[in-house]
């Protein structure tokens, strides 16, 4: 008995010890992007050439999006253009319904994709940038067939593009919160996520990321880095290969686009496991790449991977919870001082980005779901295959 209860605690010392060692790179990002997220906004470093013709395609990515295809394009028509020459584009890719027709009578231009041996929205985007490249756009705005934009939009990121910038990203949160309590709990974490982080990132004078919805490229920087991200998070793929080139994304935090998030079961496990499943490929694959980077004395591959070593938020926050409870002192005091950065991190993203009460709520069913997280733990398997092809996320909506 005694040899069996001295093996459980050198286990659990053991498994405490490499909690906090896993999750320690995790914790130094978010310290440091929560730090650089309430520091005085930076002036954008850009030559400042806003004036001119300047052409922008807006781009839209569809499979099988014929349900929201409308309301995106009708969005897009609304923004002010200000003096800016725009074209609304749609891709059709592979689509099994009636998406392109939907969209061309809602006013935009229709791109048709057929192929079903390379499917994905990074084969869908390359297929639009090469075809439009050719007709003299100046830069690409893509847009999410789920989503509505604000009306500055155009103005705010087309305004940086044409000073400069290699390429930017806007706000991207929920359009739905109030539906579930999921749906606001996926709320605080894209305030996180797409607004906290990159605002860190920007104001420390990083590329502030590409979160696949809401960015936009310089013509100039799809030469000189083209579009060739095939994974199913080929956003994170591309911004990779942007930093590694010497690229630096800007956040425009005046503009935002916002997405319907699923509300049935179903759809929340596909969409969440085709993200995380996604990013643990990129963490498979990509770590030694930029760890050889750093090595070399490539400092600008740190942050990128740091982030990449840096868990989804709820296993990040099971791995502290495992080392605040383990016999040894170091990694409790490293598992307290993570899960108390993960509050500060949370409270200053719900703060900063306009979160209101219902957001700080919304935490307290935080164990729930980082329960329900561990059962999609097969599903993230799969879906960190290097095969995982694009599929339409189910949501509760009828075809117009």
Known sequence: MNLAIQWLAQVWTTSGIMAAIVSLPGTVELFMLTLGAVLPKRSKLLAQHSTGRFRLAALVPAHNEQVTIQDCVQSLQRASRGDFEIQIVVVADNCEDRTGDVAEMAGARVLVRQDPNLRGKGYALDFAFKTLLSEGFDAFLIVDADSEVSNNF?????????????????????????????????????????????????????????????????????????????????????????????????????????????TTGKGVATQRARWEGGKFRMAREQSLVLLDDVLSGRLRSLEPLMDLLLLPLGFHVLLLALAAFAPWTPARLAGFGGLLIVLVHLAVAIVTSGGDWRDVMALLASPGYILWKLLQIPHLIRSSRANTTWVRTERRRRVP
């Open 154 to 262: 155009f103005l705010e990121a087309g305004e940086l593009l044409r000073s400069g910038a290699d390429a930017v990203q806007c706000r991207y949160l929920v359009k739905n919160p109030s539906e579930s309590i999921r749906t606001r709990l996926m709320s605080v974490a894209y305030r996180a996520f797409n607004v906290l982080r990159a605002k860190g990132r920007d104001r420390l004078g990083l590329s502030c990321g590409i979160y696949g919805n809401g960015f936009g490229i310089r013509r100039e920087t799809l030469q000189t880095v083209p579009y060739r991200a095939s994974s199913v998070v080929e956003d994170s793929e591309y911004h990779l290969s942007l930093v590694r080139s010497g690229k630096r994304v800007f956040f425009v935090d005046a503009a935002t686009v916002l997405a319907e998030i699923p």
